[in-house]
């Protein structure tokens, strides 16, 4: 099943868990303390960064499932947030001009992105010269025995979402051409919070 799908079909279970639990909450409020100007979401899923935006934020989050951008949509109108626009769209291959945009945010995407190298080239493409990219995402360690764990989530991890967690998101960040400007690792060196410039 194509990774699409596999979110359309996890969409409510995703969501539920996101509102619920909201694990994440203190990195997203990082990330959005970040975001200025003109900013594209990258894989904007069910919208679970959109409750800490600025009311007023210029926002197009993409995203390739159907059923994660219509969470999304119930959250943007719940919250009358009318400068977010939500389009569906494969960052693999989007479909705006080069230099479209002040900012890239980027939370827990590159892990399932099929082509990840593919997908930050296009992030690289879309923004600005000197705009920045703020990015939440789990990778694969530099510590050998935590990796024998992340391999063996990856094995259920890659069935159930598509979604691997031994990325090598930091270096293909850097592969894509961003120079990283600021990080901190949040849990070991597995979730960061990188903010990497064009
Ligand atoms: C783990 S979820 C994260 C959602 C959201 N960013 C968050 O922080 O909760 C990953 C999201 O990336 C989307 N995605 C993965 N690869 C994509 C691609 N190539 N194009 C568009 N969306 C993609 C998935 O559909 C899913 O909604």
Redesign the pocket.
């Known amino acids: 099943m194509s990774?699409?799908k596999k979110?359309d079909r996890m969409a409510v279970v995703?969501d539920y868990f996101?509102e619920k639990l909201n694990p994440f909450d203190k990195y997203r409020r990082i990330v959005a303390g970040y975001l200025r100007g003109n900013v594209l979401e990258l894989?904007?899923?069910?919208g679970?960064?959109l409750k800490y935006y600025d009311r007023g934020l210029d926002v197009i989050g993409?995203?390739?499932?159907e059923k994660?951008l219509a969470k999304s949509e119930l959250k943007r109108d719940r919250l009358c947030m009318d400068k977010v626009k939500l389009v569906k769209?494969?960052?693999?291959d989007m479909s705006f001009e080069n230099e479209s945009f002040d900012m890239l945010s980027s939370?827990?995407?590159f892990?399932?992105?099929?082509n990840p190298e593919k997908?930050l080239s296009e992030a690289y493409r879309v923004l600005k010269k000197g705009g920045r990219a703020v990015f939440l995402e789990h990778m694969k360690s530099e510590n050998s025995f935590i990796n024998i764990f992340l391999y063996v989530m990856s094995f259920f991890s890659k069935l159930i979402?598509g979604?691997s967690m031994v990325r090598e998101t930091e270096k293909n960040i850097k592969r894509a051409g961003f120079k990283i400007v600021e990080k901190r690792d949040l849990f070991f060196d597995i979730l960061k919070f990188i903010v990497a410039e064009k």
């Open positions: 990774t699409d979110y995703y996101e894989g904007i899923g069910s679970a960064n993409v995203d390739f499932s994660m769209m494969d960052i693999e939370t827990f995407v892990c399932t992105v099929p997908g979402f979604t």
